[in-house]
């Protein structure tokens, strides 16, 4: 449960778009929370705690996802990251830590790349910096396009529920429900403009790496479990990005914040706060 009180609004973006987000009280410097890919700002839930004490949390809804507006064709990667310079200058106005995770990671880097003046510090948690490289047969093409196919069948939330069970049993039931209501919630242009490649044309991590100065960690993923960043990538990404520190968690899945938050939260607090 959450015990961190938040606010819910609505940034109103051009042409009528507008972007979800939800505030903590303001305890210190501003932290950005960007989610992953068929996120929502709930998604930072299990770290709200750990960090409200320290920081201004601001969580937002990526387009095409929770509360946000749906963005049909518009879900190429930079234009999430233009949303979050929108963010930062219209709502935050100062300059801000951020962590990303997964899509919210490669959304940071295109942030610390294209102003690097509106980041103080960020952290990108098991990023798919380098997942155009190896996308046939990839384990997250094939899951985006097997809830693709079930979303495209307009199901309610019970059968959609019913059907993520049956693709990836083990879990209660509160949690497959939860999931159905968040992929309802989402776009399915979203799945379908990263399925085609859509979202990435003429996006270039490695023309990126080098211009995103401010100061940032590398959290990596155990590929053994899923991870979204191979070994030979985070060498790539370290040895290219100008100020980073790399951590790989053995033993530790795609979701590194949801399935250990404590440490999540102390290694982050721990990097942060050395650039406060």
Known sequence: MLNTQVHEAKLEASSGRHINYAASPESGPPLLLIHGISGQWQDWHCIFDLLAD????FAVDLRGHGKSSWTPNGYHWRNYS???IDFIERVIKRPTF???HSLGGSTALGLAAERADLVRAAVYEDPPFFVHRRWEGNQFRDTFAAILELLETNPDAQNLASSLEEMNPGQDTEYYFARAEKLLAMDPDVFRSTL???SRVGWLTEDLLPKATPPGLLLQADPEHGSALWDDEAETAIAILPDAEHQKWEGCG???????????AQRVNRFLMKHR
Not at 54 to 57: F, Q
Not at 254 to 264: N, T
């Open 54 to 57: 320290s920081w201004h949390i």
């Open 82 to 84: 233009l949303d979050q």
């Open 98 to 100: 951020v962590i990303g």
């Open 196 to 198: 085609s490649g859509r």
């Open 254 to 264: 795609h979701g590194m914040h949801a399935s250990h938050p404590e440490r999540f």
